[in-house]
């Protein structure tokens, strides 16, 4: 069963007994990449790690071009 399947069934099961339909597939997707990149930067904070640039300084030293 597919998840709009399964989206739909549980629509229709919510609307059979008079309860608020589900949210659909992907309706908070944004909010949940927010909240864990938020949620990685508070960790990193909490560790005594730079919260950003991380990632572009590890490459930074490894691309650079060696005489």
């Known amino acids: ?15 059979q007994h008079g309860e608020p339909a589900p ?8 909010q949940v990449v927010r909240e864990w990149r938020d949620y990685r930067l508070f960790r990193a904070v909490l560790a005594e790690r730079p919260a950003r640039g991380r990632l572009r300084h590890l490459l930074g030293g490894r691309l650079r071009p060696r005489h």
């Not at 399947?5 to 229709?12: G, K, S």
């Not at 949210?23 to 944004?30: V, Y």
């Open 1 to 15: 069963m597919s998840i709009t399947q399964q989206y739909l069934l549980d629509t229709y099961r919510a609307q």
């Open 23 to 30: 949210p659909a597939p992907g309706a908070h997707d944004r």
